[in-house]
């Protein structure tokens, strides 16, 4: 069976290892991604332009053109794109994006009227928000509110099936379209990149103090992400410091805030740190906290970090924005909060720093392997071409 996978994003190592997996399983993989790309932090270390280049004998890389590589959402070279689908002559087109995105439609575009053969069109999907219900979703640019709602429509119509990181992300697809076959697989991440060490041997060699707790935030440093409630809690407990890994477009409010909350001495704050470094900062930490907030067009999607922090066995305070509930659902150390409640929030960070934690059940942690992912992909395909 041919797959052609078409991801922005489709060259950094963690997907490479699910094109290695799908291809052990007798899969002939076509992996269609951007020749250069503009990526965020959130994807690449500092971010900035990445280039695609590979040879690995069990995948075919095929690298293509953005129109603009500030924006991915802005679709590849038609041409380019015409002749990769061709070339890699597809069963399958499992594209790694969102149903309301212009990338996909062109995808769809290209199958329907250039290729012109059955050809079964997948979505991996993380959105969690249905567009297609709400109205002026974006107030301030009409335009763009019903340019996603047509190519929404039209995305969704032709659409075989769908994947998704969250339920509500591969209920939403059902629910514009009953006759699709959808799963909900959660991304896969490496775990044995993370694991349980020694806290008091993480902190000596990250200089950080021994004796006291310490709570800790990794990812973008956005307003989304409850961080005002985050550095409000710490200021509320005693003899706790709060490490912060990350940047974003909020860092400079959040400086505001720490000043004016006198947590200067309080906070330890790094922008970046080598990916290898990470797993000793989780196992450095009494509690990880992602307190985030809905808003009217987002709501938390997934959230890796929860599976890091869960596979080193750190305690986590979530709150119940979007995916966080149903990422840690088996976690038995996990407590989730009503989003925005500080009080709540405060509460749940001071149970968990009083009490000594015993050590973590990793059976809870394989639906988020990416062997798992490989694995359910693979039973999904294989629906896919039965139905």
Excluded at 76 to 83: E, G, I, M, N, S
Aim: net charge positive.
């Amino acid at each position: 069976m041919n797959i052609s996978i078409i991801y922005h994003t489709g060259i950094r190592d963690e997907i490479k290892e699910f094109y290695r997996g799908l291809s052990r399983f007798g899969f002939h993989v076509t992996a269609i991604v951007p020749r250069k790309v503009n990526l965020s932090p959130s994807y690449v270390p500092h971010g900035g332009i990445v280039s695609s280049r590979d040879e690995d004998p069990l995948y075919n890389l095929v690298p293509i053109d953005l129109l603009n590589v500030n924006n991915y959402n802005m679709g590849f070279h038609p041409w380019q794109l015409v002749r990769a689908l061709k070339q890699a002559s597809p069963d399958i087109i499992h594209i790694f994006n969102e149903y309301h995105s212009w990338p996909a439609a062109q995808v769809i575009f290209t199958k329907n009227f250039i290729l012109r053969k059955e050809i079964s069109i997948l979505l991996y999907a993380f959105q969690n928000i249905d567009y297609l219900k709400l109205k002026n979703i974006f107030q301030k640019n009409f335009l763009e509110n019903w340019r996603r709602r047509i190519i929404a429509r039209y995305n969704l119509k032709y659409i075989t099936g769908a994947t998704g990181a969250n339920t509500e992300a591969v209920n939403i697809l059902n629910f514009h379209n009953r006759n699709i076959l959808i799963k909900r697989i959660f991304w896969g991440i490496d775990l044995t990149k993370f694991f349980p060490q020694d806290k008091l041997t993480c902190r000596t060699k990250l200089g950080l103090p021994k004796d006291s707790k310490i709570i800790g935030y990794f990812g973008r440093m956005e307003e989304e992400k409850g961080l005002d409630d985050l550095l409000k809690a710490t200021s509320a407990l005693e003899n706790t410091l709060l490490l912060l890994l990350g940047d974003g477009r909020y860092s400079k409010q959040m400086h505001r805030l720490i000043k004016k909350l006198s947590l200067s001495n309080r906070v330890i704050w790094l922008d970046f740190i080598p990916t290898s470094e990470l797993n000793i900062y989780y196992n450095s930490l009494d509690c990880f906290v992602l307190a985030s907030h809905t808003t009217r067009a987002w709501k938390e999607q997934y959230g890796r970090v929860l599976v890091e922090a869960m596979a080193c066995g750190i305690p986590i305070v979530g709150s119940n924005s979007g995916a966080i509930p149903e990422v840690l659902e088996n976690y038995s150390k996990s407590l989730i909060f009503q989003e925005g409640s500080l009080t709540e929030l405060t509460k749940c960070i001071d149970q968990f720093l009083r009490r000594e934690n015993g050590k973590v059940c990793s059976d809870s942690l394989q639906d988020f392997s990416i062997k798992n992912f490989i694995r359910e992909h693979v039973d999904f395909y294989n629906q896919v071409t039965s139905h």
